[in-house]
């Protein structure tokens, strides 16, 4: 049968068929055309393609067109088909940082020393690694938008890597943990408790504040993440800024995280006893005032001041430390790669790495006989 709203049903045949209307230039008349492909998946992408090209048909060669021409379209077309918080970002990035050196240069005339000049901010100043990267990304998805809809080549610039020094990761430490969990169990509330799930599941800021009680499965012992909020920039409003709730950041982030016995036991004496969201009541709780709330508990339980994100970097070193297994802990974290997990998110204690050269000298002892 066709699924409501997209025109894509499943043929006798076992292919699925997506069906979409285009216009024919000569005629004007509205004519139906047809994807398939062996799953529903793959012909939804199919589809939202070819409605792309028919809204957008690859224009003929053109060689003296604006960058700023080309830029303004491929915003308008992630402003469709990005979420609204991606679109925020990438138009920040532009507007901030590429459209006064570009916008009225031409396509044709691009060159390394003009994009190289993006990236000059003076000499007292300079772009953080993560803000090159940002700004590299929109410029290549620019120029993939110019090659695909104006035919024009333009090279994928990748910005030369500087080698810099690590940031340290802040995890807390199990003195401070100690401290934390007292804290947090003395006057327990839905708040506190807020920060016990974090610490035991590695759930995101945004994650938390927008977690529903409809999305603890208490018989099943399983919280699903379906939804994070955050505070975006927004036109037309009568604020700058509101509240958005929607889909986690990735695929991979949308998962099931298994929970303790103990941790069911401590939800359930919470549970439907503080409305729809469970930090914040009848509505998600702001990120902001949530971290506020977090930093009092840290003063009060004597712990230095940690970013929020420490809990979910100490939740993955505990796992760790635990005898987790690195897939695992990956697919709790919502990652798309192992390799994201352990180079960012494990940190061993020095009271891990104490209990490993114990071992090793264990070891030695045994070769001469003590």
Not at 49 to 73: D, H, S
């Amino acid at each position: 049968m066709p699924r409501r709203g997209e025109n894509i049903r499943k043929r006798k045949d076992g292919r699925w068929e997506g069906r979409y209307s285009v216009v024919e230039p000569l005629s004007g008349r509205h004519i139906t055309r047809s994807v398939y492909a062996r799953t529903y998946g793959d012909v939804k992408d199919k589809l939202a393609e070819a409605k792309r090209t028919a809204l957008n048909p690859p224009k003929e060669k053109v060689t003296e067109v604006y960058f700023g021409t080309i830029a303004k379209e491929w915003l308008a077309t992630v402003h469709i088909e990005k979420k609204h918080a991606t679109y925020i970002k990438y138009r920040t990035v532009y507007e901030k940082h590429i459209l006064k050196k570009l916008e009225g240069v031409l396509a044709s005339e691009l060159n390394s020393a003009i994009m190289e000049d993006i990236f000059q901010v003076g000499e007292q100043e300079s772009l953080s690694s993560s803000l090159q990267k940002s700004i590299s990304c929109v410029l290549n998805q620019i120029f993939a938008y110019a090659a695909s809809h104006y035919c024009i080549k333009l090279q994928k610039y990748s910005r030369p890597r500087r080698r810099t020094a690590a940031k340290p990761v802040e995890i807390l430490n199990q003195t401070e943990q100690t401290k934390l969990l007292k804290h947090l169990y003395d006057g327990m509330d839905i708040h506190k408790l807020g920060i016990i799930i974090c610490i035991s599941t590695g759930l995101r800021l945004g994650e938390i504040c927008s977690l529903k009680w409809k999305d603890i499965d208490f018989e099943e012992k399983i919280l699903y993440v379906n939804t994070t909020v955050q505070r975006i920039a927004v036109e037309n409003s009568e604020t700058k800024t509101i509240l958005l709730e929607g889909t986690p950041k990735s695929i991979f982030s949308k998962r099931e995280i298994p929970l303790s016995d103990e941790l069911v036991s401590l939800l359930a004496s919470y549970h439907c006893a503080t409305g729809e969201y469970v930090v914040g009541r009848k509505k998600p709780m702001e990120p902001r005032t949530y971290q506020n709330k977090f930093q009092k508990y840290l003063r009060v339980a004597e712990v230095k001041k940690k970013n929020f994100h420490a809990l979910r970097h100490t939740f993955a070193t505990n796992c760790i430390n635990s005898g987790v297994d690195a897939k695992s802990l990956s697919e709790i974290l919502g990652h798309s790669d192992v390799k994201i997990t352990l180079n960012r998110y494990v940190h061993p204690t020095i009271e891990t790495k104490r209990q490993y050269m114990n071992s090793l000298c264990s070891i030695y002892g045994q070769f001469v006989g003590q």
